[in-house]
């Protein structure tokens, strides 16, 4: 009989290798770019790497050929997870630096890692001077990641058995995930499925407001994804309000539950329009945007519609963790910058492809709290925390708050360790809160005008495993490093 409290790592590394060759395609495809732009030297690199990326998959699947044990356990899937997300970072970089187009590995890396964990952070100071077919592929890592790409390989490939399962939890920790369908393979095909309708339906939208087919693509990549990159150094800035407004509408369907968009479409009205979460999300992103625009239209020389709209777009896209720029919000005063800052603690919807905190974990302690005031005077009444009509176990709100207490003692003693390293305190905390929270502008020296070029080597690094802790939602990391893990 399978022992399961042995770690099969003959299943890790052969699942590892199938990644990386499905990685290694969407390299080679990405060079359909830089062939139309006409850069031999970023096709070359595509190519390059593409084939060393499939040649290591390949020998990492063939050395494990044999085995045929197909279930995946618990801690397969947290290791599985764990070390795909660092793998295909690993081999994306290669582009950037065998192209010659990021000069040092480190730096090819940070703009990787932060593509594939959408946090759009990045170390690059004149954007629009990289080559069109890496532009594409830096927008591509965002698209793949954002709604994971584990969950695609799930849709796609019938090789994990009921094992799937635990790497769609791993990948998507939190509550338990919303399945759509008895099978994890048909709920992940559902789910890349209305992203990828969406994705195309923004496409249409962006060109319909002016912009060329690669900037729609690109962009369209990197606002469902929530990540933020963008093809232009002033981001958003410079387009049209027509197009600020459709990149606003997307930020925020790409920051709800994409269970809901599902039961939209199967005609399901009540479980979309009676979601807390959904409801609670849509009235902080309200909240918070009609003060901006109140504040904006009176302090600042700004007519009400463009304090409205850049209002509503620095809210929505620090809210949804994506991260584009409509306006250099460090301008504004110190309430309304800080008050941006303290929204990077928030984050989208459980089940979207944004970072941060979530919705659900904020509502449901602030419903636990004021619960607690009850019970203070009603010690012995029996008072439930409610979400959805449905009583939350105790369980789960000790799983939030201890995620929360993570949270905020990981960004209290990474900002720390960041100004060891040299940088002041608004920067400290800027990069930190940014990369934790997968958002990618901060504030300080990171801010929205600003890049990660300057930050000493060591913290680039340390900022790399910090976009991975808050894309994997902490856990799914940090349980590699307890003992109790390893244990037989």
Sequence with gaps: MFNRSVINYRLIIKFIGILLMILSGFIIVSSVWSVYYDEPQVTRAFFISGSIT???????FFITRSHDQRNI??????????LTWVSISLFGALPFYVSG?????SDSFFETISGFTTTGATI?????SVSKGLLFWRSLTQWLGGMGIIVLTLAILPILGVGGMQLFIAEAPGTTPNRLHPRIKETAKRLWGIYFLFT?????LLKLGGMNLFDALCHSFTTMSTGGFSTQNDSIAGYSAFIQYIIILFMIIAGMNFSLHY???????????NNEELRFYLRVIGAFALLFTVVVFLLYNIDLESSFRHSLFQVVTIVTTTGFISYDYLQWNDFLWFTLFLLMFTGGCIGSTAGGIKMIRHLILLKNTTLEFKRLIHPLAIIPVRFNGKTIPKEIIQNFLAFFLI??????????????MGLDFKTAVGSVAATLGNIG???????PVENYAFIPLPGKWFLCFLMLLGRLELFTVLLLFSKAFWRK
């Design 54 to 60: 499939f040649v290591v998959g390949l020998i990492l």
């Design 73 to 82: 356990g618990k801690k397969e899937g947290y290791i599985i997870v764990t």
């Design 101 to 105: 187009a990021i000069s040092t590995y």
């Design 124 to 128: 690059l100071e004149d954007i629009e």
């Design 200 to 204: 195309l339906a923004l496409v249409f």
């Design 263 to 273: 039961f939209i479409v199967k005609g399901q009205f009540d479980k979309f329009l």
């Design 407 to 420: 949270f905020v003692l990981i960004f209290a003693a990474g900002s720390a360790a960041m100004t060891v």
């Design 441 to 447: 502008p901060g504030i300080g020296g990171v801010g």
